[in-house]
């Protein structure tokens, strides 16, 4: 479904835009110099990046590929492996604050039970407390003041149900209820004073929507709003007071959406580029400055955009000679990286654009065949994979802003 230019809804930003303006250049990058990230073995994936250029993952080793190791990294590249408790012998780290504090899980190969963990800059590990009621919990992400949010299953249970869990920086925990109805609860963003944000959705067998959501100081869920005639919603990700995600559409597809988390008048906006369907949001700025991707209606080719903070889409061309373009990641000052990639999608190049809109050829790591940048951070510098055929196959790779 296309909307309407000027459909408004109560409680609801809706904006679209007619024109699409595009800016485009083919220079490489000047300012960066690319880093491969330590890899024993054959793999290696990155999982999240701050703000010192630290980024955070976990090996996977060829023989034992369940027997994860959880890593940090330096700026230079250099590894530093994450402790393990005494009786585990795995783990998995899946974020990092800019005081290089780590959030993950450790789990035994005996038992493969998931146990939340924090570990701190120096590498060393405090076991979380796990949600009463659920034999696993992890944790997931963690902000600079110290809130650590997850989840927790019960696989014992005829419907496995998760639910959303919060950690206070002195390591108490929380479980966060689903909405009245629902079974299952999930956290996608934590502010910096605990406020938790996600979505809630009921029996899986049901097919029913999600639902975007909201946990104050006292646990309760509240939906975000949404327009009326959307059939379900998704928050999967904040920064600052924005956040972004999706609505369902009457026909069965998705329309992207950022929500101004007010706390007096929380307010969603519909972004659809004109001429392009599918459109997704993959992250958002503390400006409200918010990065997706659309499907040209005539060419079916992929594009990549940024709207402002009042809503109005601009096309983050591709580099000279192609037509298909990913953005992943946007820092603070609206710098984007991505994809580009050829007609004949035969050559995809690492690319960033510029706070007004010019792309660049990120450096290409030697010996690799393909790369994606998937973390951005507020000096510029981005982290993502490289593969290659030969090893490591897939590793961790760092480009470093110098001159940005």
């Known amino acids: 479904m296309l909307l309407r230019k000027g459909m408004v809804c ?73 402790t393990l408790p005494e009786d585990a012998d795995a783990g998995y780290a899946y974020g990092i604050n ?15 039970v998931q146990r939340p963990a924090r570990w701190d800059l120096d590498g060393r590990v405090t076991e979380l407390p796990g949600a009463p009621g659920f034999p696993e919990t992890a944790a997931m992400r963690v902000t600079d003041s110290g809130w650590v949010g997850g989840f927790a299953t019960n696989d014992r249970l005829p419907a496995h ?4 869990v919060r950690w206070d920086p002195a390591g108490g925990i929380e479980v966060l209820e689903p909405l009245p109805g629902d079974e ?24 029913a929507p999600s639902a975007a959501v909201r946990w104050g100081p006292d646990g309760t869920p509240t939906a975000l709003p949404v327009p009326s005639w959307a059939t ?7 920064r600052g007071r924005f956040a972004y995600g999706s609505v369902g559409l009457p026909n069965g597809r998705s329309a992207a959406v950022r929500w101004n988390l ?40 992929q594009k ?42 035969t050559e995809t190049r690492t690319v960033r654009w510029s706070p007004s809109g010019r792309i660049a050829e990120l450096p290409l790591l030697p010996g690799t065949g393909y790369e994606s940048p998937e973390y951005t951070n507020e000096r510029g510098s981005a982290a993502g994979q490289a593969y290659s055929t030969t090893e490591p196959h897939s590793r961790g790779v760092l480009w470093v802003a110098t001159d940005d």
């Open 98 to 112: 800019n005081e290089g504090t780590c959030a993950g899980m450790v789990y035994s190969e005996a038992t493969l």
């Open 262 to 301: 007010r706390e007096d008048a929380t307010t969603v906006t519909v972004l659809e580029p004109e001429g392009f369907e599918w459109p997704y949001v993959w992250g958002v700025n503390a400006r409200g400055e918010t990065l997706g991707s659309g499907q040209g209606l005539e060419d079916r080719h």
């Open 304 to 345: 990549a955009f940024r709207w402002n903070r009042s809503g109005k889409p601009t096309e983050l061309a591709p580099l000279p000679g192609d037509d298909w373009a990913t953005a992943n990641a946007i820092n603070g000052s609206g710098a984007a990286v991505g994809t580009s990639t050829n007609p004949d999608r």
């Open 232 to 238: 379900g919603s998704e928050l999967r990700g904040l």
């Open 10 to 82: 109560t409680a609801v930003g809706l904006l679209l835009s007619v024109s699409i303006p595009a800016v485009a250049a083919g220079a490489e990058a000047r300012g960066f110099t690319v880093v491969a990230l330590e890899t024993p073995g054959s793999v290696s994936r990155v999982t999240g990046l701050n703000d010192s250029d630290m980024a955070v993952g976990v090996l996977i080793p060829d023989e034992y590929p369940w027997d994860t190791i959880p890593v940090r990294w330096g700026r230079d590249g250099g590894l530093t492996r994450l």
């Open 184 to 207: 299952h609860s999930s956290v996608t963003g934590l502010t910096d004073d605990g406020v938790a944000y996600g979505f809630s959705a009921r029996k899986r067998a049901t097919g």
């Open 161 to 164: 149900p998760w639910h959303a």
